[in-house]
């Protein structure tokens, strides 16, 4: 298990953050003062039942949604200062994210699709680069596959390879097997973990498995929006 020290900072820290989305009647409060910090390095499972908050928690990390209110640091900067412009810019940088459903540019070829966001960051080299990532999650044959022409694991390795290519400091995943079978759900979450701990990331992973969180370092359960108090551990004399 990864120990953050008392001296460094962590890699994300989410102080007292509520969000609701919807507007009048409809409006729901998703996130109710949470406060929750992730040590760098760590592997973090976010689970809970379905609506209790975890995927939009996820979003939050990543810059993808604003809080109402509340505080969002990642990777030491204040994502409340940054415009829409800059928030996207630091993605790029800092937050390699991986969804359940792949979302692969169809247009594109499995090489242009990792090349996009070392293009967008101006790496000279973006093709080459992308080359060595996909060759790294067993695609190195499939360069120049649409996804249309890559069975579901495949697609999500391209997913894959492409939010790790920037070297991100954190990786965020939202139930990346979820819309694939078991033995391939397996092989993806071997490749995250592997990733993970070969560079040293930071990984969140939301998830329903419960397998699948217990290999993570730590397992935050969310309830109704809130992150539930672990029960004290009680010692039997």
Same mark, same amino acid.
């Given at each position: 298990?990864?120990?953050?020290?008392?001296?460094?900072?962590?890699?994300?820290?989410?102080?007292?953050?509520?969000?609701?989305?919807?507007?009048?009647?409809?409006?729901?409060?998703?996130?109710?003062?949470?406060?929750?910090?992730?040590?760098?390095?760590?592997?973090?499972?976010?689970?809970?039942?379905?609506?209790?908050?975890?995927?939009?928690?996820?979003?939050?990390?990543?810059?993808?949604? %604003?809080?109402?209110?509340?505080?969002?640091?990642?990777?030491?900067?204040?994502?409340?200062?940054?415009?829409?412009?800059?928030?996207? %810019?630091?993605?790029?940088?800092?937050?390699?994210?991986?969804?359940?459903?792949?979302?692969?540019?169809?247009?594109?070829?499995?090489?242009?699709?990792?090349?996009?966001?070392?293009?967008?960051?101006?790496?000279?080299?973006?093709?080459?680069?992308?080359?060595?990532?996909?060759?790294?999650?067993?695609?190195?044959?499939?360069?120049?596959?649409?996804?249309?022409?890559?069975?579901?694991?495949?697609?999500?390795?391209?997913?894959?390879?492409?939010?790790?290519?920037?070297?991100?400091?954190?990786?965020?995943?939202?139930?990346?097997?979820?819309?694939?079978?078991?033995?391939?759900?397996?092989?993806?979450?071997?490749?995250?973990?592997?990733?993970?701990?070969?560079?040293?990331?930071?990984?969140?992973?939301?998830?329903?498995?419960?397998?699948?969180?217990?290999?993570?370092?730590?397992?935050?359960?969310? %309830?109704?929006?809130?992150?539930?108090?672990?029960?004290?551990?009680?010692?039997?004399?």
């Amino acid at each position: 298990m990864n120990d953050m020290s008392t001296t460094e900072a962590p890699a994300i820290a989410l102080t007292a953050i509520d969000l609701s989305l919807g507007a009048g009647e409809a409006r729901v409060h998703i996130l109710k003062h949470i406060d929750l910090h992730i040590g760098r390095g760590e592997a973090v499972g976010l689970v809970g039942a379905s609506g209790s908050g975890k995927s939009t928690l996820l979003m939050v990390m990543a810059g993808l949604e %604003r809080p109402d209110s509340g505080s969002v640091r990642v990777a030491g900067t204040d994502l409340g200062t940054l415009d829409e412009d800059g928030l996207a %810019r630091f993605r790029g940088r800092e937050v390699g994210i991986v969804f359940q459903s792949f979302h692969l540019i169809p247009t594109m070829t499995a090489i242009e699709n990792v090349a996009v966001p070392l293009e967008l960051a101006g790496v000279r080299d973006a093709f080459a680069q992308a080359k060595d990532e996909l060759s790294a999650v067993s695609l190195g044959h499939r360069l120049h596959h649409y996804p249309a022409q890559l069975s579901g694991g495949e697609q999500q390795r391209v997913a894959i390879a492409r939010a790790l290519a920037p070297s991100p400091a954190i990786i965020v995943a939202d139930e990346p097997t979820g819309n694939l079978d078991e033995s391939t759900g397996q092989q993806i979450i071997d490749l995250l973990f592997a990733s993970h701990a070969k560079r040293g990331s930071t990984l969140v992973l939301v998830t329903h498995d419960a397998a699948l969180a217990a290999r993570c370092d730590r397992v935050v359960r969310l %309830r109704s929006g809130s992150i539930e108090t672990p029960a004290p551990h009680r010692v039997d004399a």
